[in-house]
């Protein structure tokens, strides 16, 4: 499958190539190819296990996607906090919406795009949910969060995606692998509305198909911080985690198509 992504269909090929050179300049053709054939049996695999995932019993669930220090979060609970997690478009990011509801405390919330196909989302939404997790879609963002705000809940989010047009005035501009990124708002938004703790998800894959994740709290009061310094700790601990093994993000994003505009006075 992988071949035939890279090979075949070149699913996103030059993409994929113009962020690798733009975020590795430093590195030789060589490897720039070796990242490349990485990423995409990273992204084959994924795609298996996604498919997987509507069929996996949950004891299995938790054997392939284990969170390893899930106590991290018992201090908020027990003090009646909710928490927003956030994660990128690491190794197996699709199992984090099963595998939540079944080994932590808090209530999980995915905030996830629908599909445009009603009966996969349906199916999809369905699946997650009988395994403890809720998935709200994008648009209802805000009305999710007013709706369980007296609950304790842990929002999930994956936040490395490039804004979208209608959006990107509101976006942070972040320098991330040194290079002037639009950042999606909305983590950083709601966690100051609500002053939700923030932990940032570290999914690593320590063999074919198995999972470690490791908790990392980014901030505990987010209202105390100035506008962009959260979305600041987030990029800088996601580019840390894609320098350590660049294979497992989703290269195939155009994560710098937007231009910073520098307001000009006369």
Do not use: D
């Given at each position: 499958m992988a071949f035939i992504l890279r090979k075949v269909i070149?699913?996103?090929v030059k993409v994929t190539r113009n962020n690798l050179k733009l975020a590795f300049p430093e590195k030789s053709e060589k490897e720039l190819v070796s990242?490349?054939?990485?990423?995409?049996q990273n992204l084959a695999d994924i795609s298996v296990e996604a498919l997987k995932g509507f069929t996996m019993q949950n004891r299995n669930t938790i054997q392939r996607h284990r969170i390893l220090n899930p106590e991290l979060l018992d201090y908020y609970y027990n003090n009646g906090r909710?928490?927003?997690?956030?994660?990128?478009?690491?190794?197996n990011w699709e199992w984090g919406a099963m595998s939540a509801g079944l080994q932590l405390k808090h209530y999980p919330i995915a905030i996830y795009k629908a599909l445009s196909n009603k009966l996969i989302d349906w199916f999809?939404?369905?699946?997650?949910?009988i395994r403890g997790t809720l998935m709200a879609p994008t648009s209802s963002t805000f009305e999710t969060f007013e709706k369980y705000q007296n609950e304790k809940c842990i929002y999930l989010l994956v936040a490395d995606q490039s804004p979208s047009k209608s959006s990107s005035s509101k976006?942070?501009?972040?320098?991330?692998?040194?290079?002037?990124?639009?950042?999606?708002h909305g983590p950083e938004k709601y966690a100051k509305m609500y002053n939700y703790p923030v932990v940032f998800i570290d999914i690593k894959r320590v063999n074919r198909g198995f999972y470690e994740i490791e908790l990392t709290t980014?901030?505990?009061?987010?209202s105390e911080l100035a506008n962009g310094e959260l979305t600041q700790r987030?990029?800088?601990k996601l580019e840390e985690v894609i320098r350590r093994n660049p294979e497992s993000w989703l290269w195939s994003h155009?994560?710098?198509?937007?231009?910073?505009?520098?307001?000009?006075?006369?």
């Open positions: 070149r699913y996103r990242i490349e054939k990485g990423i995409y909710s928490v927003i997690g956030v994660a990128g478009h690491i190794n999809m939404k369905w699946n997650r949910s976006a942070y501009w972040i320098k991330f692998f040194a290079m002037e990124t639009a950042c999606i980014l901030v505990e009061n987010p987030y990029m800088n155009r994560r710098w198509k937007h231009q910073k505009v520098e307001n000009k006075t006369n």
